[in-house]
């Protein structure tokens, strides 16, 4: 059995200091093996911001694997085009495509961020021959793991004109062929679970979708700042949404997904 901590959506310029030392103190009792931050560490990608980013995930457990988000890429045009990520690149990872193998589970991390767009986010064809390389090469007794901040979901009471992610068919189709089992989200500050299959009708085998709260905002409802813990197992996913009650984080709800011939199927929706 493996342990993954889900965070995302920090937001540094706008935090809460109290669910800070809060979400600090719940990783480090749960010990995990992998700590997951699906990006947006920033609210306008500002040196401060990031410098408050980096003091933080400093103090997280490791290992660690980071992707960024679309609020990662400076404002000014200029930055967006010529260094989209530089900032990004200095202050928490150079690498935006980062992996993490067990053999237990494997970890693949895709940057989603595209600097002419301000929220939506996508894959270049390039970037998904790449992803594909990697994915098949991972053990294939080990779960595969996708982690980007873009979800291929909208969860429910996001508005329609939100797109989740651009080339999403595109994109599982080449997920799907590599055998991956599980995609991590954040971007839409919403905990929402489900299966691809449900939603994608050019899916053929089920792919657990499991996008994560803001883990630190002082300005979203309680039920919505929080993060997940993901247990893993051969054949068995657990995901816990644990959200913040305004003094600690508690357990909200958990779904669990067993694997079939078809892929993973929900055993308690």
Same mark, same amino acid.
């Given at each position: 059995m493996r342990v993954i901590a889900?965070?995302?959506?920090?937001?540094?310029?706008?935090?809460?200091?109290?669910?800070?030392?809060?979400?600090?103190?719940?990783?480090?009792d749960l010990k995990p093996d992998l700590t997951v931050i699906s990006g947006d560490l920033t609210r306008r990608a500002l040196l401060r911001q990031f410098k408050r980013a980096r003091e933080f995930i400093d103090r997280?457990?490791?290992?660690?694997?980071?992707? +960024?988000?679309?609020?990662?890429?400076? =404002?000014?045009?200029? %930055?967006?085009?010529?260094? #989209?990520?530089?900032?990004? $690149? &200095?202050?928490?990872?150079?690498q935006v495509s980062p992996i993490h193998k067990t053999p237990d589970f494997c970890v693949l991390g895709l940057n989603t961020t595209r600097s002419v767009a301000i929220e939506a986010g996508?894959?270049?064809?390039?970037?998904?021959?790449?992803?594909?390389?990697?994915?098949?090469?991972? +053990?294939?007794?080990?779960?595969?793991? =996708?982690?980007?901040? %873009?979800?291929?979901?909208? #969860?429910?009471?996001?508005? $329609? &004109?939100?797109f989740p992610i651009i080339g999403a068919e595109t994109a599982l189709?080449?997920?799907?062929?590599?055998?991956?089992?599980?995609?991590?989200?954040?971007h839409f500050h919403r905990p929402h679970i489900t299966d691809v299959k449900a939603w994608?009708?050019?899916?053929?085998?089920?792919?657990?979708?499991?996008?994560v709260g803001a883990a630190l905002s002082k300005?979203?409802?309680?039920?919505?700042?929080?993060?997940?813990?993901?247990?893993l197992q051969k054949n068995r996913i657990s995901i816990t949404v644990r959200s913040w009650n305004g003094r600690s984080f508690r357990e909200r709800r958990a779904m669990i997904f067993v694997k079939s011939p078809q892929g993973w199927k929900i055993l308690n929706p």
């Open positions: 889900h965070i995302s959506d920090f937001h540094f310029g706008k935090t809460n200091r109290r669910t800070e030392t809060a979400l600090l103190k719940d990783l480090r997280l457990p490791r290992p660690k694997l980071i992707v +960024p988000g679309n609020h990662d890429v400076p =404002v000014s045009l200029s %930055h967006r085009l010529l260094a #989209p990520l530089a900032r990004y $690149r &200095y202050y928490i990872n150079r996508g894959f270049s064809r390039r970037q998904l021959k790449r992803a594909e390389k990697i994915l098949s090469s991972f +053990p294939k007794k080990a779960l595969k793991i =996708v982690v980007q901040h %873009h979800p291929f979901i909208r #969860p429910p009471g996001i508005s $329609r &004109y939100r189709q080449t997920f799907e062929r590599c055998g991956v089992d599980l995609i991590l989200a954040g994608y009708p050019v899916a053929k085998r089920t792919m657990v979708h499991a996008q300005y979203l409802r309680h039920d919505l700042v929080g993060y997940n813990v993901l247990t």
